[in-house]
């Protein structure tokens, strides 16, 4: 319930707030152009909204929310390959979560 409930609440409550800072950027995000340079993230989150639903259905859910919160690593990375952005803000909260998923494996075994 939790994954995909989250989804539709964050959408809900943002779209408002997205329209209002920027009306005409807001509107170009539907163009056709736009849609196709979003339609790939968007389904990569829906992937991992799904995967992150079973494995609320088969884990621990603290597990679960300490392995999901690392797509940020995934974010860090494909930010500066595809986007050329300054990796060095994100050196210690990727220490951080890489430590985390480590503690956590250890602690299974």
Same mark, same amino acid.
């Given at each position: ?18 329209? =209002? ?7 170009? #995000? @539907?163009?056709?152009?736009?849609? *196709?340079?979003? !339609? &790939? ?31 940020? =690593?995934?974010s860090s990375?494909?930010?500066?390959? #595809? @986007?050329?952005?300054?990796?060095? *803000?994100?050196? !210690? &909260?990727?220490i951080a ?13």
């Amino acid at each position: 319930f939790y994954p995909g409930f989250f989804q539709i609440i964050w959408a809900i409550l943002f779209t408002p707030i997205a329209f =209002l800072a920027d009306r005409k950027g807001f509107r170009e #995000l @539907f163009s056709a152009r736009r849609i *196709k340079q979003l !339609l &790939p993230a968007g389904i990569l989150d829906a992937v991992s909204v799904y995967a992150q639903f079973w494995g609320f259905v088969l884990a621990l859910p603290a597990y679960v929310s300490a392995v999901g919160n690392s797509q940020i =690593l995934f974010s860090s990375f494909l930010g500066w390959y #595809l @986007f050329k952005e300054k990796i060095e *803000k994100h050196v !210690l &909260p990727t220490i951080a979560i890489v430590a985390g998923i480590i503690m956590i494996t250890i602690a299974q075994g």
